[in-house]
């Protein structure tokens, strides 16, 4: 009857009490309220919409339906990032062993790649004998070991955020900001964090492409933190474009460890640093940006940084020796170029059509259950902006065999347009936004 | 795939296009489309609405989904009845075999009670051994040699509509008018009809109370009918007091037979005839509604239309001794006067709260999968605008036992409210609809 009740007054656009949220909560995790029941609720919360203090009470409601993270023993600061997600973006790689090399502890629960974006757990598990899928208890042990833990979403943590998540999934109830800003924020605030830095992805390839729209996200997801003394700091980064060259999970693992030895691409280790700038700050290490960039840069250089990813690997049953042998990491079978189609300007370089590439050679996923291949992917070196020669080779492809190097040959001539002229791409870091509001990236 | 992007279709206000509504009809009753999905789906289309193609796309769908009982072979008109529903609602007991015993076959589907509504199946089970599960075969046959069947909704009749209808149940989803119309109709058009008259409840005790929506709500079945060569007439009657005296299963039973002898209420005489007239002239066996009443009168003088009734009862295999001799039926064990808690004027005697009395009595459902027992209920005798003395019997409670009997005074003093003054009661029957347009009734 509760369920009943609640749907009703949703679809009404009435307002759910925080009482009524945890027991709705409870009862979906424990089996009680069946699927239909939690979908037609979603919709008309999707269209309907939560108020401050729903979006509050209903991540509250997910937190407390598990365990958490207990880190309170520990005097160092815990600092996270979280991402919204899109294509080349393997920053959590170099970010987490990094920031951790520099004293602020790094709890990070990620999630699987689906549809055009990709996702950190699958990119770790290219690594050999990487796993991800530590209990609650072996994370706690590793953070005190090695002050930083890559793991996913345990089944302790938030269970009624990982089953209404799937069902979203499932009705096309996803693109809700407060039902995003509540499922992150559960997740987030479970980890026993004392600060977190989003990076809010913005552009074609994002899964909030509008500025307006990632902007009322980070603002939601602040409020949340800092209502429960979490301050959060946002920085909305370009996602016109993938992030980096390499896009395709060994091939991110790969390019990552280059990273850690300072040398990643532009791009990366520039959100890389003004990232790990917001996270040094917030856990306190570091006294400004400037400091904090100048740190990373020493733990980069002195290889302090290789050195933590190779004992996280190590910790978590990977094969510590791709830090320093990228050829441990499995292989492509078959490779080759994409050159230009003709001379110009690269006008894009499509996000969505790239991850798409990827999925059709077997390295994504269109379903949480399907098996992805670690080899496949793309190392497209052509930017937006970039003047180019016909003939001129703009990628590199991974396949299976010759039909998979045809398939992505294929997707790359959609994903990378050239033109005579073309509008200038995003700027790679526009925003950044903290309870103080949001002020351009930069001033 | 389909209705992941039908539900984000939907969602965002877009159109579902006839072959897509037929496609996801089928594949939800074949249990290719999880119940979750479609729950989120029937939410979408409930906030954000369905246009004039999509409801006539929709109920084709449905109806396309089963069956249909083919009575193209008789000569005779084929014309139902249906109600939105209401307390004490027993007309279509009295009408069929009235109209049937005229000439008109009566090919009737009917539901049950759930909620404060009784259901016309209900009733008719409270006659000792009545089957109302007949299968279409076996309804046809009854059809050849009766010319009137009263059963359920069978299997093979629209599967779609059924399994979507119990979704909707369960989803807060039941009061949209596009739903509702595709469901009635693609019911009512697999009966094989030549015509169809609608009884709209108004008023408090209504599934619709407000008069523009249930306006609305005949509208869109007359466009459904015409367009497929249905004719429908609509007629609003009153639903904020009860219809009739009796309220409860076998009961009703017992007013309705009595009807169909002169004996009714007059309220309830009344409602029969104006539907009644309207069957018989959709059917061609009435010049005018004068006409019609008068033969419906002879009919009921003469007692054929009882004699009628007798060859249903008999032929659905229930006792047709119950026409001659009520006794027949289940008696309930308890039985006492409800008196006037004091003088003055009956201002309203709420459906709803007797609805429910009869729900506490142990006669009506709050799920379908409830048994119901069909001895208990009220007989009313007070109606809206009776001058009443203290002490004054105003109805009779039918109980199970001491308890029970409790338990119906408490539901009465909620139901029959006694006041010094009162708003009039809304007209028996106020409006009448068919494609030409809405007309006062009686004008």
């Not at 974006?117 to 004998?129: H, Q, V």
């Not at 940084?305 to 190590?314: D, G, L, M, Y």
Request: glycine share 12%; aromatic share 4%.
């Amino acid at each position: 009857m509760l369920a009943q009740r609640l749907i009703e007054r949703k679809r009404d656009g009435g307002r759910v009490e925080p009482g009524e949220w945890r027991a709705l909560a409870h009862a979906y995790a424990a089996g009680h309220v069946p699927d239909y029941q939690m979908a037609a609720f979603l919709m008309a919360a999707y269209l309907r919409g939560l108020d401050r203090g729903e979006t509050s009470a209903l991540t509250d409601a997910m937190l407390g339906s598990g365990s958490t993270l207990d880190l309170s023993h520990l005097s160092a600061a815990r600092v996270d990032k979280h991402s919204t997600g899109g294509v080349g973006d393997k920053v959590s790689l170099v970010l987490a062993p990094l920031v951790a090399s520099l004293g602020v502890v790094v709890p990070m629960m990620s999630g699987r790649g689906l549809g055009h974006t990709g996702g950190t757990l699958d990119k770790l598990e290219a690594i050999p004998g990487f796993r991800t899928d530590l209990t609650l208890d072996a994370a706690r042990a590793q953070i005190d070991a090695v002050g930083c833990v890559l793991i996913g979403q345990t089944a302790e943590i938030a269970p009624a955020d990982r089953k209404i998540y799937a069902l979203r999934d499932a009705t096309a109830t996803v693109e809700s900001i407060p039902l995003i800003a509540a499922s992150i924020m559960s997740k987030k605030l479970a980890e026993g964090l004392t600060g977190l830095v989003l990076d809010v992805k913005r552009g074609s390839g994002a899964f909030l492409p509008e500025l307006e729209r990632d902007l009322e996200l980070a603002e939601t997801m602040i409020r949340l933190g800092a209502d429960r003394g979490c301050p959060v700091v946002a920085l909305v980064t370009a996602m016109d474009r993938p992030l980096g060259r390499a896009c395709g999970n060994a091939l991110e693992v790969e390019e990552a460890i280059a990273a850690l030895k300072g040398e990643g691409p532009p791009d990366l280790m520039n959100v890389t640093y003004a990232l790990g700038a917001e996270m040094l700050v917030l856990g306190g290490v570091a006294p400004t940006a400037d400091a904090a960039r100048r740190m990373m840069e020493v733990a980069i250089s002195s290889g302090r940084a290789a050195e933590k990813f190779q004992r996280v690997i190590e910790a978590q049953g990977g094969n510590p020796g791709v830090v320093d042998d990228p050829a441990v990491l499995p292989q492509a079978r078959a490779c080759e170029l994409f050159a230009a189609p003709r001379r110009g300007l690269v006008a894009r370089v499509e996000p969505k059509a790239v991850g798409r590439g990827i999925i059709a050679l077997g390295g994504g996923r269109t379903r949480m259950e399907d098996a992805v291949d670690p080899t496949v992917g793309f190392v497209i070196t052509a930017k937006p902006g970039d003047w180019v020669e016909a003939g001129e080779p703009l990628a590199t492809i991974f396949a299976r065999d010759r039909a998979g190097v045809e398939v992505g040959q294929a997707a790359l001539r959609t994903a990378i347009v050239i033109a005579d002229e073309a509008d200038p791409p995003l700027p790679l870091i526009s925003h950044r936004v903290t309870e103080r509001g949001v002020e351009r990236y930069g001033d």
